[in-house]
């Protein structure tokens, strides 16, 4: 069933279950149809597909004050779709956004707390399930390292054509593990993207903005699991460095879900079963 969201488009599947939602989160480039053979292996779940600002059935909308407004569009959505009791799973870009979500939730509910204005019976975000999100830079240094980084490649989003940028975009480090047919699938698959909507998004949500999220993570009271490809170094170190709660997906690297989409969706449905 399709909703038309007035805030960010999505897709609900397996309505009729009467269990906790899972709410999917994309990444940069892709949309939220690319979750859907996971979703279809959560289907004990009844789900929310999202289309992140800038992509897929979202392309028209706009998220202009970066990670705070993209927080509070998909607030708004879980509102105006009724979902009250949920977990987010998020892929990179989506990964970034549930942990920055997840964290602002949480004080908010200690603000509530505070003011004695919970409810008892109160459910809202249940936890968090990770792809390869990066929780940000320490230092200043590399922040701004980072935003000439995305600067550079959000002009040339503009300026050439999806096919061309792409074909670069696959050939960075952390996609190494790609064969040359997934990168040539990919590539097909995300040249529909609007490379005008792409660069405001890459802009607006570099990392070179994004706040530095460790410390919160690290005392974050909702259950929290990091999948991370074991083709995937860079996060695999990331993991490693901030003893992040990790579950390595095994013949994977970054696109875990996208590559062994079995034993990630194993994975998922392993850590929700220990809450529920």
């Known amino acids: 069933m399709k909703l038309a ?3 960010v488009n999505a897709e609900t599947v397996n309505v009729d279950r009467k269990n906790t939602w899972l709410v999917w989160l994309h990444g940069l480039l892709g949309c939220g149809n690319e979750w859907l053979p996971i979703v279809n292996a959560c289907n004990q779940y009844a789900s929310l597909v999202i289309d992140l600002p800038g992509h897929g059935d979202s392309a028209d909308i706009t998220a202009a004050d970066g990670f705070a407004e993209m927080s509070k569009l998909l607030s708004e959505t879980l509102l105006a779709y009724q979902i009250h009791d949920y ?15 997840a964290i602002q939730n949480q004080a908010i509910q200690n603000q509530a707390t505070q003011n004695h204005t919970t409810h008892r019976h109160q459910k809202g975000l249940r936890g968090i399930v990770v792809e390869g999100g990066n929780p940000g830079l320490f230092s200043q240094q590399e922040r701004d390292a980072r935003l000439l980084h995305d600067r550079h490649w959000a002009q040339r989003f503009r300026e050439e054509s999806m096919s061309a940028v792409l074909s670069d975009w696959y050939q960075q480090p952390v996609f190494a593990d790609l064969s040359p047919e997934q990168r040539l699938r990919f590539i097909h698959l995300r040249r529909r993207n609007r490379g ?10 570099s990392l070179g903005h994004q706040p530095w999220l460790v410390p919160a993570l690290q005392k974050l009271a909702v ?8 083709h995937d170094q860079k996060f695999k170190e990331i993991v490693k460095q901030y003893a992040l709660p990790s579950k390595i997906i095994p013949q994977a690297g970054h696109n875990a879900h996208s590559s062994n989409p079995v034993d990630f969706s194993a994975a998922v449905n392993h850590f929700l079963s220990l809450f529920g």
């Open 196 to 205: 005008c909507s792409i660069a405001d998004m890459l802009e607006r949500t």
């Open 223 to 230: 259950p929290f699991a990091y999948l991370c490809g074991e």
């Open 5 to 7: 969201c007035q805030i």
């Open 87 to 101: 977990w987010l799973i998020g892929y990179s870009l989506g990964g970034r956004l549930a942990m920055y979500y």
